[in-house]
C-alpha cells in the first residue's frame, strides 16, 4: 500500500468518526429540545402542597399536569384537576377532584355529596361535616365546576366562598403522573 492510500483511510476513518458523534450530538440536542417544548406546552409540573387531597395524594409529591387535554375537550366528573383562584392580587393554585359539571345542582346533607340529587362517587375516608354553600344545593352555570378535596374535613373548595365554583378559564390541566418521589 501506498502512503497516500494509508493517509486517506485514516482521514475517511477520522471523517466517519467525527461524522458519528456529530450524529449522536444532534440526537441529545433533538431530545432535549423535544422535552422543552412537552414541559413547555402540553405539560407542567406542580408539586401538591397540604393535606387536602389525602389519601389520593401526600403533600410533597412532584406530578405532571396535562395542559392540553382540556383545550380539546371539558374536564370529566371524577377528574383531578390544577386550577388558580381567581384574585389575581393572591394567585393560589388548587389541586381538586371534580364533582359537579356545568348545568348541575350540587348538594351535600347528611355527610354524602348529591348531583342532581343522585349521590355521588365517595372518595373520602369519612362523612362531610360541613357543607358550606351546598348546604341548600349550588346550581353551576355554563363552564362552572364544583370541586371539592379527597381530605372532605380538611379542604378548602368549592363549599368556600374563597374558592366557590370554579370556571373553565381558571383550569390549568388535568393531574396525572407522579414523577417524585419514586415509588
Known amino acids: 500500500m501506498s502512503g497516500y492510500t494509508v493517509t486517506y483511510q485514516m482521514r475517511k476513518k477520522k471523517r466517519q468518526r467525527r461524522d458519528k ?3 449522536y450530538l444532534l440526537a441529545f440536542v433533538a431530545v432535549i ?5 412537552i ?7 406542580y408539586t401538591v402542597q397540604g393535606d ?3 389519601p389520593t395524594y401526600q403533600s410533597g409529591e ?3 399536569v396535562n395542559r392540553l387535554i382540556y383545550k380539546v375537550k371539558s374536564p370529566s366528573r371524577y377528574d383531578i384537576i390544577l386550577f388558580e383562584s381567581e384574585d389575581e392580587n393572591n394567585r393560589q393554585y388548587y389541586v381538586k377532584r371534580v364533582i359537579g359539571l356545568p ?3 350540587v348538594t351535600i346533607k347528611n355527610g354524602d355529596v348529591y348531583v342532581d340529587g343522585r349521590k355521588a362517587r365517595s372518595f373520602g375516608t369519612e362523612k362531610i361535616l360541613s357543607p358550606g354553600l351546598a348546604a341548600d344545593g349550588v346550581k353551576l352555570s355554563k363552564n362552572q365546576y364544583f370541586v371539592i378535596g379527597d381530605n372532605y374535613n380538611n379542604s378548602e373548595d368549592s363549599r368556600s366562598a374563597v ?6 378559564t381558571q383550569i390549568i390541566g388535568k393531574v396525572g403522573m407522579k414523577y417524585w418521589p419514586f415509588g
Do not use: D, P, Q
Request: net charge positive.
Open 21 to 23: 458523534i456529530v450524529a
Open 52 to 54: 387536602s387531597m389525602l
Open 103 to 105: 348545568g348541575e345542582t
Open 62 to 64: 412532584k406530578r405532571l
Open 33 to 37: 429540545f423535544a422535552a422543552f417544548l
Open 163 to 168: 374558592v366557590g365554583n370554579v370556571k373553565k
Open 39 to 45: 414541559v413547555r406546552f402540553l405539560c407542567a409540573s
